[in-house]
């Protein structure tokens, strides 16, 4: 079991046990509210759930799709993701800050700044990116849950991530969002000539959907019988090479030994 999965079943106990039931826009939930979890050392194992099994080439997907500024439902199913219909309008058209407002926030091309700060000040405190424009939540499909990233080197040679997340879907979205986040922090180390680290979320309203929470016994049951060995990966890509050049198959996982795989109602 890799330590993201150990802190991972300490988080959804947490819900279960003191959360608070509310009625939300898109249904009831049981909720806690500030939350941080480590994902653990990226460079020594990939932070992806044993308990079921995760389809992790659609995340790889997403993450190549926003990398390249979607606009169009197409731009994610060309990349191997296909869940983003739930938000898109009936022309196939999506207006997202994912990705687009990464390279585009009101003319700041916050990857171009990010990627020379890397490379040519390494100990900048202000290495961020954010999705998140208030004067564009009205217009959106989607507004960004995982908002903003802050990236940190280390040693001279390592770089960290703190994710910081208003609104997580905790068992359909957070486990993905793992397996995005630690694919990102590998392209982009590759790209700058770093080693990927630690990445820690920071979690704002962490919630299980009421409809979810049978399979949430399923799942914890299925825990208690997980793989000792953890996940690694492989990275087929030229050092230096550009992430938006990632392609899902650039990125393969050994030795990911799961349980069966378990259905939740995806929430719009």
Request: hydrophobic share 40%; with cysteine.
């Amino acid at each position: 079991m890799t330590q993201f999965e150990a802190n991972y079943i300490k988080l959804v106990n947490k819900i279960v046990r003191e959360g608070v039931d509310k009625d939300t826009r898109n249904g009831t939930t049981r909720s806690i509210f500030g939350e941080m979890i480590d994902l653990g050392d990226v460079f020594t194992e990939f932070p992806i759930i044993q308990g079921r099994k995760m389809f992790h080439k659609g995340v790889l997907g997403e993450l190549a799709a926003m990398l390249n500024q979607p606009k169009h439902i197409g731009d994610f199913k060309k990349k191997g993701c296909n869940y983003w219909d739930k938000w898109a309008k009936i022309d196939g058209s999506i207006n997202i800050d994912y990705g687009n407002a990464w390279y585009n926030f009101n003319g700041v091309d916050q990857i171009a700044a990010l990627k020379y700060k890397l490379k040519n000040r390494p100990n900048d405190r202000r290495m961020i990116v954010t999705g998140w424009n208030p004067g564009n939540l009205d217009d959106l499909d989607l507004p960004c849950c995982h908002m903003m990233y802050q990236f940190h080197v280390s040693n001279g040679n390592t770089l960290n991530m703190l994710w910081t997340q208003r609104s997580v879907d905790t068992m359909i979205g957070l486990p993905s969002d793992a397996i995005f986040a630690a694919a990102w922090l590998i392209i982009l180390a590759n790209e700058v000539g770093l080693k990927p680290g630690n990445i820690k979320m920071s979690l704002g309203d962490v919630h299980i959907y009421h409809e979810h929470l049978e399979e949430v016994i399923t799942y914890l049951d299925q825990t208690k019988s997980v793989s000792t060995y953890s996940p690694r990966w492989e990275l087929n890509m030229e050092r230096g090479q550009a992430m938006e050049e990632f392609m899902p198959s650039m990125l393969t996982l050994t030795s990911y030994e799961h349980n069966a795989p378990i259905s939740f109602e995806l929430k719009r």
